[in-house]
Each structure stands twice: as C-alpha cells, then as structure tokens.
C-alpha cells in the first residue's frame, strides 16, 4: 500500500526551529519526485519546496527561500524540512506529496506562536 506519514510538527516560538519528516512506503521512493506542502484554513494548499528524485535538483517558494531546506535519504525512503527562523506565517497543516502519480499524506500540525 502506498504511502506517505508525516511527523515532527509541533509547536515553537518565532525564530526557532522545527525538522518535518516524511515516511514513505509502498513504492519505488528513489524514483519519485517529492514536495512539501501547506494549508491553513480557509486557504488553497500552497507548494513549499520540492526535490528531485535522487535530491540534486530543489526548489522553494520564495516565502521560505533561506529559512527552509527539503532533503532525502533515498536508503531510509524519507523526506525532510528543516525549518529555520520560523515566522508567524508558517503556521499550517504540512504536507509530503509524491508528485506523480499524486499521493498525500495525512498532515502535520505546525504553530509558530510566543
């Protein structure tokens, strides 16, 4: 069965740091492309970063360029975001996303409050 469990989320201060990890399962995760994303209420989903499959190529959204690095253990089949200088703004739902064929996972809670 394919797939995807995030963890990690939790809540921190503004400024600080917080590492999401994604679990992958049920598929060849060497070969696919991955993303995180993240959605707040009332809001569409939006792309956080995504990496290529063997983790050479990346890319942000400007809204985390600097703060934010995804990353992959293709031997571990799991997906990372470091996430650093943590704003008001970040707080969201994260998600890991096979991009195709598209898969979900369930979400991780991440509160940036003082």
């Known amino acids: 069965q394919v797939q995807l469990v995030e963890s990690g989320g939790g809540l921190v201060q503004p400024g600080g740091s917080l590492r999401l990890s994604c679990a992958a399962s049920g598929f060849a995760f060497s070969s696919a492309g991955m993303s995180w994303h993240r959605q707040t209420p009332g809001k569409e989903r939006e792309l956080v970063a995504t990496?290529?499959?063997?983790?050479?190529?990346?890319n942000y959204a400007d809204s985390v360029k600097g703060r934010f690095t995804i990353s992959r253990d293709n031997n571990k089949n799991m997906m990372y975001l470091e996430m650093n200088n943590l704003k008001y703004e970040d707080t969201a739902v994260y998600y890991c996303r096979r991009l195709f064929p598209v898969v979900w996972g369930r979400g991780t809670q991440v509160t940036v409050s003082s």
């Open positions: 990496i290529s499959s063997a983790g050479a190529i990346t």
